[in-house]
């Protein structure tokens, strides 16, 4: 993990380790203050720390499609919130958060347009590179969450990416964040557990 953090700080990134989910949740929670508005990204690892009801409970404003009844509106609304939250299909070892992803709003986000982004992750994330990452998102993530979703992609029933042309892919936004982009201050916070997919 600490050459992973030492990378990330090299690309410009502000980067906190965490022993567990719980202290990575509190130090989050206390950072947004409650006049901000929050976004979040489709995440399985945010599902994990129960950062939505968190946020709920201190009264901030709080948008997430997995839990808001309209689902519409928190993606559109997330999109100009103050601050973003989502995990990363994968953080390699040169410092760099590779995703990828079917609607494109979580990865869109992680770029542009918010005050400050937080990028939660667990270790089970961590690729040596490029390739290692891509072959975690062909591989793992993207079966997992197909499988989470119900959908009938062949990755689901072998586990193995064939690059489909499934109508249920949920492979369609591949994105490589190399460095901090201008304009966004993205906050990797890294915990010392498995978290998510
Ligand atoms: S491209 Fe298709 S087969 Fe490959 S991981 Fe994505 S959904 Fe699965």
């Not at 489709?42 to 720390?49: D, F, I, R």
């Not at 509106?73 to 079917?102: K, P």
């Amino acid at each position: 993990m600490e050459k992973v953090v030492k990378a990330l700080e090299k690309n410009g990134f502000t980067v906190k380790m965490f022993k567990d989910k719980e202290s990575a949740k509190s130090a989050i929670i206390d950072e947004i203050l409650t006049d901000e508005s929050v976004g979040m990204g489709g995440s399985v690892t945010l599902q994990e720390l129960g950062i939505y009801d968190a946020l709920k409970e201190k009264g901030v404003t709080t948008y997430w499609h997995w839990r808001d009844e309209d689902k519409g509106n928190a993606l559109r609304m997330s999109v100009n919130s103050d601050v973003y939250l989502t995990s990363t299909n994968a953080l390699t070892e040169e410092g760099m958060l590779v995703n990828l992803d079917g609607t494109g709003n979580r990865v869109a986000s992680m770029i542009f347009g918010h005050k400050r982004v937080y990028v939660i992750a667990g270790k089970n994330k961590i690729c040596k590179d490029y390739n290692d990452a891509i072959y975690r998102l062909e591989h793992v993530a993207a079966p997992m969450n197909a499988k989470r979703l119900k959908l009938s992609t062949p990755c689901v029933h072998t586990g193995v990416c064939s690059d489909c042309d499934s109508k249920d892919r949920i492979c369609k936004a591949e994105t490589t964040i190399r460095r901090n982009p201008n304009g966004t201050k993205i906050h990797v916070y890294l915990v010392d557990e498995e978290l998510g997919y």
